[in-house]
């Protein structure tokens, strides 16, 4: 059995409940690649509204969880919260929660375990700045980023983990990483799993790619071998997403 190939869909802070129900009508009744597992990440005030209007085959993610099971949080949602509104998925560690929010590796990392532990599966963000690209750092600042919780969560912690590589200075600003810049990060995340977690981690672990993927460079980007399926940004909002889910057809 190959890795499944996975794309999931941010809409970040955007939409309305008319703009989501169109988009969750539009996915529901579209013809989609059984091969591929999809899962969709609106807003939180909108997981609900998501999950009760969108087909059964597709999967709901929060676009982030609390590491604490309740309590005296405000504005935290908690991950038996999540399992409770049948949410069965969670992005974690995206580069905007890490630099607007000034999120750390140690805190992704409490909270992917937390997330882990209560039964949700995690779509883990790592990448790099324009300015670590261009010194030649990017390997070290992304396996720093994954070492922080494979400390926490061990080895059998990863097989509830889809890894999404996103290059900060590719996200939403149209540029995107070469494909063989891709690829090349891919591969060295699938060699630091071999190498820090293990064979079983390194071969069944999904490595996704995310910074502006469109449905114009997204099956050139599939056909890559350790690239393993997307995180969407702003084409998950537009009809374009259900050609970059079948991109493999």
């Not at 690649?33 to 969709?40: G, H, K, P, Y």
């Not at 991950?79 to 805190?107: A, P």
Request: proline share 2%.
């Amino acid at each position: 059995m190959g890795r499944k190939f996975f794309v999931g869909g941010n809409f970040k802070m955007n939409g309305t409940i008319s703009s989501i129900k169109e988009i969750v009508h539009n996915l529901s009744s579209a013809k989609l690649d059984s091969n591929t597992e999809v899962v969709i990440a609106p807003p939180a005030l909108y997981l609900l509204l998501t999950r009760e209007h969108l087909a059964a085959g597709i999967e709901v993610a929060a676009q982030n969880v609390f590491d604490k099971p309740n309590g005296a949080f405000t504005g935290e949602i908690s991950v038996s919260q999540l399992k409770d509104s049948n949410i069965t998925w969670t992005i974690l560690g995206h580069s905007e929660r890490r630099t607007i929010l000034q999120e750390s590796d140690d805190f992704v990392a409490t909270k992917t375990k937390s997330a882990l532990d209560g039964g949700i599966g995690v779509i883990l963000c790592c990448g790099e700045s324009l300015e670590q690209r261009e010194a030649n750092d990017t390997i070290n600042v992304v396996t720093k980023q994954l070492e922080a919780v494979n400390k926490v969560i061990g080895q059998d912690g990863w097989k509830n983990v889809v890894i999404a590589y996103e290059p900060i200075w590719a996200i939403g600003t149209g540029k995107v990483a070469t494909t063989e810049q891709a690829q090349e990060v891919h591969a060295a995340l699938r060699k630091w799993l071999k190498d820090g977690v293990g064979e079983e981690a390194a071969e069944n672990t999904r490595i996704i790619y995310g910074g502006s993927v469109s449905e114009k460079n997204c099956k050139e980007l599939s056909k890559q071998s350790d690239i393993d399926g997307f995180l969407v940004g702003g084409a998950s909002l537009k009809p374009a997403f259900v050609d970059i889910i079948n991109c493999q057809g």
